[in-house]
C-alpha cells in the first residue's frame, strides 16, 4: 500500500547530481530584477504629454486618452525591459 500514489498525480523523478550542475550553470535559471524608468504624464489644453520624469523638457504628445497615454507609456517600458533583459542575458 505504500507505493499506491494518488489518482492523477504523476511519481516525482528524484533530481540528479548533474541535472543540479546544469540548472545552475543556465543563465536563465536566475533571478533577474530591474528598476525601469518612471514617467510623467500631464493633462493640458490640447491633451495628454509625457516625458520620462528624469529628462527635462523632452514631452510627447498630445494623447487624446488616459488608455492611450497608458499605452505608450507601457510601449516604452516595455523596450526598456526587452533590451536590458537582453544585456543581461549576455553576462
Known amino acids: 500500500m505504500d507505493n ?7 511519481a516525482e523523478t528524484p ?3 548533474a541535472d543540479l550542475v546544469t540548472m545552475m550553470e ?6 533577474t530584477t530591474f528598476a525601469l524608468a518612471s514617467w510623467t504624464a500631464e493633462r493640458r ?4 504629454y509625457i516625458r520620462k520624469t528624469d529628462h ?3 514631452w ?5 486618452t488616459v488608455a492611450s497615454v497608458s499605452l505608450m507609456i507601457a ?7 526587452a533590451t536590458r533583459d537582453s544585456l543581461a ?3
Open 45 to 48: 489644453a490640447k491633451g495628454w
Open 56 to 58: 527635462g523638457g523632452d
Open 15 to 17: 533530481v540528479q547530481p
Open 26 to 31: 543556465r543563465p536563465r535559471n536566475r533571478r
Open 75 to 81: 510601449r516604452e517600458l516595455g523596450k526598456e525591459l
Open 4 to 10: 499506491e500514489q494518488e489518482p492523477g498525480r504523476q
Open 60 to 64: 510627447r504628445g498630445p494623447y487624446s
Open 89 to 91: 542575458a549576455r553576462d
